[in-house]
């Protein structure tokens, strides 16, 4: 057990070095997730009552007030997913203490690969 602990340990030291581009990297992946769910978001919404116009106007035609239906119901599949995403990386970034103007921190030692 030791063995695959200190294998796993000298696997991960070059993660470690390259910390800092991994700080890099959340950041810049933040960066982009806060302009982009935003505006996916928006986009949902006018999906969303694009397909409410398209159900009033269908009348009584039950094709048209289908396709209408399946409209909203996949724009608020997306909207889920859109800010399931935005809420992800959230949840990560709080998580790993990654800020928008801290780095990453990393744990000092009496963390797991104490030997």
């Not at 859109?82 to 030692?109: C, E, H, M, N, Y």
């Amino acid at each position: 057990m030791k063995k695959v602990l200190v294998g796993v340990a000298l696997y991960a030291i070059p993660f470690m070095a390259l910390a800092q581009g991994l700080v890099e990297a959340t950041k810049t992946i933040g960066k982009i997730t806060n302009l982009i769910i935003p505006i996916i978001g928006a986009v949902l919404v006018i999906y969303f009552f694009y397909g409410v116009i398209g159900y009033v106007n269908a009348g009584g035609d039950e094709e048209k007030r289908s396709a209408a239906r399946n409209t909203m119901i996949y724009a608020i599949i997306g909207m889920f997913v859109a800010f399931s995403i935005f809420g992800l990386v959230k949840l990560l970034r709080t998580t790993f203490d990654v800020d928008a103007t801290t780095g990453l921190t990393l744990p000092a030692q009496g963390g797991f690969f104490n030997f």
